[in-house]
Nanobody
Framework: QVQLVESGGGLVQAGGSLRLSCAAS????????MGWFRQAPGKEREFVGR????????YYADFVKGRFAISRDNAKNTVYLQMNSLKPEDTAVYYC????????????WGQGTQVTVSS
């Protein structure tokens, strides 16, 4: 079992930046990718982006392209979500999740971290 702990959320003004972290511990062998998702009040959870655990290839939702970037620190088993040019509509709880080799969906989730962007 893997444990995921997100951190780095907070309150920021529109146009500002935040960097979220997702630290993975426990079982990490077999991770295929790490994804970031978000859920705003009253809305469904949506995909933000992902990074291949070994390949480091990234993929982003259209609404964050050019503003957000995902990276990984091997030594720390930590994935980062750098968020720039934040907008009030980026306000949400942000979650990281693990996709396993051979899996078809994201199976393990962190507890989430709140990001609030004020106008």
């Amino acid at each position: 079992q893997v444990q995921l702990v997100e951190s780095g959320g907070g309150l920021v003004q529109a146009g500002g930046s935040l960097r979220l972290s997702c630290a993975a511990s426990g079982r990490t062998n077999g991770i295929y990718s790490m994804g970031w998702f978000r859920q705003a009040p009253g809305k469904e959870r949506e995909f933000v982006g992902r990074i291949g655990w070994s390949s480091r290839m990234t993929y982003y939702a259209d609404f964050v392209k050019g503003r957000f970037a995902i990276s990984r620190d091997n030594a720390k088993n930590t994935v980062y979500l750098q968020m720039n040019s934040l907008k009030p509509e980026d306000t949400a709880v942000y979650y990281c999740a693990v996709e396993w080799l051979g899996g078809v969906e994201y199976d393990d989730w962190g507890q989430g971290t709140q990001v609030t962007v004020s106008s």
